[in-house]
Nanobody
């Protein structure tokens, strides 16, 4: 059973930076592309960023381009999301995601097989 545990979310001010992490166990991490999604209150869970298994390619939602950076350390079974120049509208629960078999980088929630419990990022203006 794959388990994903996010950490690092906290209240911050607009313009601040924050790094959140996702520790993965129970699966072949080094052979799996990993994604980050987020969900704000009353809204659907949406794609943020994804990284390939070898860290060679990444993909971002338009709102994340230029501000967020996804990376991974396969020696630690951990994926990171660096959040820079945070805005009030970035307030959400951020989730780490393991894709369904054969999907690759999951950019749709329907293509996710396993979710973490989420970590709350709150940005005050």
């Amino acid at each position: 059973q794959v388990q994903l545990v996010e950490s690092g979310g906290r209240p911050v001010q607009a313009g601040d930076s924050l790094s959140i992490s996702c520790a993965v166990s129970g699966g072949t991490f080094k052979n799996t592309d990993i994604s980050w999604f987020r969900q704000a209150p009353g809204l659907e869970r949406t794609f943020v960023a994804a990284v390939t298994r070898d860290n060679s390619e990444s993909r971002y939602a338009d709102f994340a381009k230029g501000r967020f950076t996804i990376s991974r350390d396969n020696s630690k079974n951990t994926v990171y999301l660096q959040l820079n120049n945070l805005k009030f509208e970035d307030t959400a629960v951020y989730y780490c995601a393991w894709p369904r078999l054969g999907v690759g980088m999951a950019t749709l929630a329907a293509n996710v097989a396993y979710w973490g419990q989420g970590t709350q990022v709150t940005v005050s203006s």
